[in-house]
């Protein structure tokens, strides 16, 4: 009888999960990558994911908290300031 428990680094087969088909592309949740979201403002929005130091991602929310916005705003206000001051 087949150990149901797979060694490590080794990949489950699909009898280990009760189905005996291999998943088709129809069956497949559709893969999100350029998210577009749009607000009730009828604002359009895009994703996206930031990494930063944890002392400037707590002084930016303290900076978004003070000046009414949430974080997404506020960093957009920032980006833009950034970039159209970089007219050269």
Do not use: C, W
């Amino acid at each position: 009888m087949k150990n149901a428990r797979n060694r490590p680094g080794e990949q489950p087969s699909q009898a280990d999960f009760g189905s005996t088909q291999a998943p088709t592309e129809a069956s497949r949740a559709p893969r999100r990558t350029k998210a577009i979201l749009a607000r009730k403002d009828g604002r359009q929005l895009r994703r996206m994911t930031v990494y930063m130091p944890p002392e400037l991602a707590r002084r930016l929310a303290i900076h978004a908290a003070g000046a009414d916005m949430d974080v997404s705003g506020a960093l957009a206000e920032i980006v833009a300031g950034f970039l159209d001051g970089k007219t050269s």
